[in-house]
């Protein structure tokens, strides 16, 4: 490891661990953070199917919500009625099939979203608003770019690879643990 990849790995480290930025991003991308305003719980699965619903202002099925967020119908049933219930969601009739229900956002469901996304703005503001347009655009693109390498990682070759963890590592609350 080269002394600039080491000290790129620290200042990730540093921003992993910086609170602030982890609720902001974690509140971002679930929708089910405390305070936001979401489904009661914070439901991960409610906050998905919300977000899928925001992108179909016309509706979707259930069998259509399964396919996108690769879950049993079952569990699309049972998170749809809990939105219901909450009155986040809609049922009604499909129009070209009398068979099929379409789920949509109601009101309230719309109302959240709008709420949403002005706190997503607000947020991306305050955490990037110290960058000027051209850094925020290289950061976006060297993130991207870390992002499709890390998929290409083959984890077990870096967790299992002899002598990890290294360099004291030991010592910073990483068991030694060749099967991770």
Known sequence: MTDASRDLLKSFGKLLQN??????????????????????????GQGKLL???????????NA??????????????????????????????????????IVRL???????????????????????????PDEQAQLDQLLTKLSHQIGDLDWGDVMGRPGWPHRGMDGMGMPHHPHF
């Open 19 to 44: 609170r602030a930025f982890l609720m902001a991003v974690g509140r971002q991308a679930g929708m089910g953070g405390h305070g936001n305003g979401g489904p009661r719980g914070g439901n991960r």
């Open 51 to 61: 977000k899928v619903l925001a992108q179909a202002p016309n509706g979707l099925t």
């Open 64 to 101: 259509e919500i399964a396919e996108i967020l690769d879950i049993r119908p079952s569990s699309v049933s049972a998170t749809i009625s809990r939105l219901v219930d909450a009155g986040f969601v809609e049922r009604i009739p499909s129009p070209t099939d009398k068979r099929a229900v």
């Open 106 to 132: 109601s009101e309230k469901g719309r109302d959240l979203f709008a709420k949403f996304d002005e706190q997503v703005d607000t947020t991306a503001d305050e955490l990037f608003g110290g960058l000027t």
